[in-house]
Structure formats: structure tokens, C-alpha cells
């Protein structure tokens, strides 16, 4: 995935995760735990690598 696709689903899935913490009456951090670590479990999520830094030399 692109790293703009992947920034753009995880502000959509935390501002989802929110409002529906809101909705239910569960403490935000609690659902934005458990929701972060159902996205652990998506694919398409795991592809993502971060650039290598640049060494200094």
C-alpha cells in the first residue's frame, strides 16, 4: 500500500473507532486498542515497511 492510503484508512478507522466509542460508552482508549490491534491482523496492512535511513558517513 501506498503510504498515503495507509495514513488516509488509519485517521478514517481512529475517527470511526471514536465516535463509536462515544456511541456505546466505552472509554476512547479502550476501543482504540482493541481496534489497533485488529488491524494488526489485516493483510495488507503488514506490507508496509519503512524507508532505510540514509547513513551517515
Known sequence: ????????????VLLAAHTLADRFRIAPPVLLLITGVLLGFVPALRDVFRPEPPLRG
Open 1 to 12: 500500500m501506498l503510504g498515503l492510503e495507509v495514513v488516509v484508512l488509519l485517521g478514517v
